[in-house]
T-cell receptor, first 113, second 114 residues
Framework: KAGVTQTPRYLIKTRGQQVTLSCSPISGHRSVSWYQQTPGQGLQFLFEYFSETQRNKGNFPGRFSGRQFSNSRSEMNVSTLELGDSALYLC????????????FGPGTRLTVT | SQQGEEDPQALSIQEGENATMNCSYKTSINNLQWYRQNSGRGLVHLILIRSNEREKHSGRLRVTLDTSKKSSSLLITASRAADTASYFCATDAVISSGTYKYIFGTGTRLKVLA
């Protein structure tokens, strides 16, 4: 099976812009989670989607949003970018709720200037 | 604050030696997982241990869990240069019935010298 894919891999944006990141989970996986990783804060949970519904959300401002499509692919959007949003954004998929092993994609490196 | 905190933050050993890293957490858990991350890339799942288990093995990996102390340790035996990576523990936090949030620790950076 193909692994989790994330596009784009690298992105440079300007403060105030908005960005959309994409994640394709492993075939058959229905749960997709997003994480932000920075040197200062480490890995922080953003949100999880299962069957097109957001199941839970971390402590991030409303500028961070996401969605999941019927084929389980997920997108994450960040509006009004701030310098502090520069990070590695990781997507992880799992077979479903109650299945805890997560498979991570390579991440999208976002730089905000 | 992070649910899990790894100790030490960084570890440097010679190839062939054993590496031990520890993880402490704050709340009750259903399971604890260890992941490896190579150089700012995606994480790779290593092993999962359930709250009713005390020890688990997978190849050169040995994980222990002490729920009374809210701590876990990961032992890598006979380390190799390829084991150089950051290692994270992740614990589940129940959000509501049937839904979980995974909280990752701060990580241990392991460097294995050839």
């Amino acid at each position: 099976k193909a692994g989790v894919t994330q596009t784009p891999r690298y992105l440079i944006k300007t403060r105030g812009q908005q960005v959309t990141l994409s994640c394709s989970p492993i075939s058959g996986h229905r749960s997709v989670s997003w994480y932000q990783q920075t040197p200062g804060q480490g890995l922080q949970f953003l949100f999880e989607y299962f069957s097109e519904t957001q199941r839970n959300k971390g402590n991030f401002p409303g500028r961070f949003s996401g969605r999941q499509f019927s084929n389980s692919r997920s997108e994450m959007n960040v509006s009004t970018l701030e310098l502090g949003d520069s990070a590695l954004y990781l997507c992880a998929s799992s077979a479903g709720q109650g299945v805890h092993e997560q498979y991570f994609g390579p991440g999208t490196r976002l730089t905000v200037t | 604050s992070q649910q899990g905190e790894e100790d030490p933050q960084a570890l440097s050993i010679q190839e062939g030696e054993n590496a031990t890293m520890n993880c402490s957490y704050k709340t009750s858990i259903n399971n604890l997982q260890w992941y490896r991350q190579n150089s700012g890339r995606g994480l790779v799942h290593l092993i999962l241990i359930r709250s009713n288990e005390r020890e688990k093995h997978s190849g050169r990996l040995r994980v222990t869990l002490d729920t009374s102390k809210k701590s876990s340790s990961l032992l890598i035996t006979a380390s190799r240069a390829a084991d150089t990576a950051s290692y994270f523990c992740a614990t589940d936090a129940v959000i509501s019935s049937g839904t979980y949030k995974y909280i990752f620790g701060t990580g241990t950076r392991l460097k294995v010298l050839a």
